[in-house]
């Protein structure tokens, strides 16, 4: 399997326009993840999705994030507009549920820098 | 609620050196623990996990962890570092009925030659 994949890997963008991160989960895996990482605050759950339905959007900062997840194999996290506070990295991870809870593979992740 | 602490921000050995990365959780029935690692530019990669049975688990690339009720840690250990283990490590405590990991904030392991 290729793993977790996830698109763009760099994103430059300028303060207001839409930011749109894509992800393609492990085939197979029932649980679909969004994290945010960064020096200040560590790593942050935005919000995850059971069988492509969003179970806990708790840890989304504001109404400028949405996500999405159309169908098992793929999900998108907007931001729009975006701010400078958003930049971060952002990575995607999956788990299957027959792995036992908890067990989780990342993506590459996605380094968003907002000028 | 489950919540994880790694004491140590960074930790610096010797190549060759034994390592220890501490790890301590808050959780009052027996949790499932893991470690993940995180190389420079890439997402964390799961080294061990710990559900249950033998509380010495081993993962991959040589590392292993101790979980000890008694003192509420999971602390992860090899015998021989290699310049490649340099990397941040994240503890991870995820309690019964939950599908969603509590992540510490990483301890930065410096390898020098």
């Known amino acids: 399997d290729a793993g977790v994949i996830q698109s763009p890997r760099h994103e430059v963008t300028e303060m207001g326009q839409e930011v749109t991160l894509r992800c393609k989960p492990i085939s197979g895996h029932d649980y679909l993840f969004w994290y945010r990482q960064t020096m200040m605050r560590g790593l942050e759950l935005l919000i995850y999705f059971n069988n492509n339905v969003p179970i806990d959007d708790s840890g989304m900062p504001e109404d400028r994030f949405s996500a999405k997840m159309p169908n098992a194999s793929f999900s998108t996290l907007k931001i729009q507009p975006s701010e400078p506070r958003d930049s971060a990295v952002y990575f995607c991870?999956?788990?299957?549920?027959?792995?036992?809870?908890?067990?989780?593979?990342f993506g590459p992740g996605t380094r968003l820098t907002v000028t | 609620a489950q919540s994880v602490t790694q004491p140590d921000i960074h930790i610096t050995v010797s190549e060759g050196a034994s390592l220890e990365l501490r790890c301590n959780y808050s959780?009052?029935?027996?949790?499932?623990l893991f470690w993940y690692v995180q190389s420079p530019g890439q997402g964390l990669q799961l080294l061990l996990k710990?559900?249950?049975?033998?509380?010495l688990v081993q993962g991959i690339k040589g590392f292993e962890a101790e979980f000890k009720r008694s003192q509420s840690s999971f602390n992860l250990r090899k015998p021989s570092v290699h310049w490649s283990d340099a990397a941040e490590y994240f503890c991870?405590?995820?309690?019964?009925?939950?599908?969603?990991?509590?992540f510490g904030r990483g301890t930065s392991l410096i390898v020098h030659p």
């Open positions: 710990y559900f249950s049975g033998d509380t």
């Open positions: 959780y009052g029935a027996t949790p499932y």
């Open positions: 991870a405590v995820l309690s019964g009925g939950s599908y969603i990991p509590t």
């Open positions: 991870a999956s788990s299957p549920l027959a792995g036992g809870p908890g067990e989780q593979y």
